[in-house]
């Protein structure tokens, strides 16, 4: 099976729905291998924008196998209202499988989440809300409650017998309400009924895939610095975006993988708290730059924080994930600059670190990046068909990324759609 790992390269957002939606007519299937209903993943049907959360953004083309693998964190009440959704949108579903080895958000995972993020005397890591870390933390514990179990009416019983006295004394002291145990089960009932003509295998059709060598693509969720082990912990998600991911949360052998996709913005965004060396300081040009670019989240609405494009961050992502191809996008939004930085190197404490520090704790401290400054270019980037059509200084800007990162571009977009998606030629 060629498989082709798609992975975010800086903290989200970095436009991952597009670029998968493009890729699928080379494919079979479309995984989601982690993550849960924290993404958001923005596509155009038609002039419809719809934004996918938990279904692989393959499902926008027929006959595509669309696969939601063990490693993602299932809120099954939230995937049937995105498959409705879809359904009224005029797409066919009837392609999604989903694995019964996925762990569900059960509502107290949301409750928890939210009351550790109000508390008080803790850090807020500024989460979705949307019950990822206590989920994951109950799977890690092996107290979760998996699809499979939602199914069989009468496991799920004596799963919530066994969980639910500790699971409600805690949500006790945290002054959260408490879960009955009947209505649950009512709830249970509703997502079983709709869920369950979409559950079964996704390891096996990938596998007759492999053995038919067609192509698989596997769609990263959140970004390489959001990973648990990798990122700027504690300000992470709980599931592991790299692309080692894939093989884990997905299914598929490690020996399948030949292409790894880095995506990255042409600047930076974040949303939520944690380190962010390049942000632009609070103002004016940040507030203009965020409203110009339409930086706000696509799960939450929260404002994303926007920066300069961080060399040393993408080189740690080209290393950890293996990138053997990288696409730049929404350089559009760059037109018109004057000029551009990029950050080369961060000082910290006097050091100068060309490369990650080893700690990324070290990056809470005060980081001054060390800027290089670009040209801007005064022409518009988007509606061009041709990467050389494009002005010099955008070209050189890639070209410029490309070195940096030591990885090819292979694509730059400069706009939301399918077509604004301009091949890069390989530099020999
Ligand atoms: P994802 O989570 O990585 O799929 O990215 P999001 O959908 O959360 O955010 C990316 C946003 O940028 C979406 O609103 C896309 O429609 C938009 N987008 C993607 N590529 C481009 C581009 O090249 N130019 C512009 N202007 N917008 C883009
Ligand atoms: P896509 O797939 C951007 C961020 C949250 C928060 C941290 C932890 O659309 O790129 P969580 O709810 O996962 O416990 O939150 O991770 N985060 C994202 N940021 N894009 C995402 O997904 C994100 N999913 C989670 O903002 O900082
Ligand atoms: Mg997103």
Aim: hydrophobic letters at 40%.
């Amino acid at each position: 099976m060629p498989v082709t790992v798609l992975v975010g390269g800086q903290w989200g957002d970095e436009g991952k729905g597009k670029l998968v939606d493009t890729l699928v007519p080379g494919v079979k299937a479309v995984v989601r291998y982690q993550g849960g209903p924290n993404a958001g993943h923005t596509v155009y049907h038609g002039d419809q924008k719809l934004v996918l959360h938990q279904v692989p953004t393959g499902i926008l083309h027929s006959g595509v196998l669309c696969a939601i693998a063990p490693g993602v964190l299932l809120d099954p009440w939230e995937l049937m209202e995105e498959i409705a959704t879809l359904g009224a949108a005029g797409c066919d579903t009837s392609n999604l499988v989903v694995s019964p080895s996925c762990h569900i958000i059960m509502p107290w995972h949301r409750l928890l989440d939210a009351a550790g993020e109000d508390r008080e005397g803790t850090v807020a890591i500024g989460t979705t809300r949307r019950g990822i870390g206590p989920c994951a933390m109950h799977k890690a514990e092996r107290r979760g409650v998996r699809l499979g179990d939602i199914l069989d009416e009468q496991r799920l019983g004596s799963l919530l017998d066994s969980l639910l006295p500790r699971i409600n004394e805690q949500l006790r002291v945290l002054r959260c309400d408490t879960i009955d145990r009947d209505g649950l089960l009512e709830k249970c009932r509703l997502a079983s009924d709709a869920l369950r003509p979409f559950v079964g295998d996704t390891q096996l059709p990938l596998w007759k895939l492999h053995c038919a060598g067609e192509r698989v693509l596997m769609e990263g969720a959140q970004g390489t610095l959001l990973d648990i082990d990798w990122g700027t912990y504690p300000f992470v998600t709980s599931t592991s975006p790299v692309a080692g991911g894939a093989c884990t949360g997905g299914g598929i052998p490690p020996t399948a993988v030949d292409q790894v996709v880095g995506i990255f913005k042409a600047y930076v965004t974040r949303v939520g708290n944690g380190p962010f060396p390049t942000e632009f300081p609070a103002g004016g040009f940040a507030d203009e730059f965020r409203k110009l670019a339409g930086e706000f989240g696509a799960t939450t609405g929260r404002p994303r924080r926007c920066g300069w494009f961080d060399e040393v961050a993408a080189r740690y992502a080209a290393r950890l994930n293996g990138f053997t191809g990288v696409v730049i996008t929404k350089l559009d939004i760059l037109d018109g600059m004057d000029e551009i930085k990029i950050c080369s190197a961060y000082e910290i404490n006097g050091t100068v670190y060309h490369e990650m520090p080893e700690d990324l704790r070290l990056l809470e401290e005060e980081v001054k990046p060390v800027y290089e400054t670009v040209p801007g270019w005064p022409g518009r980037t988007a509606g061009v068909t041709a990467f050389t059509e494009l002005p010099p200084e955008a070209q050189d800007y890639v070209r410029g990324l490309e070195a940096r990162m030591g990885v090819p571009v292979e694509y730059v977009s400069t706009g939301p759609r399918r077509e604004e998606l301009l091949p890069v030629p390989r530099v020999r």
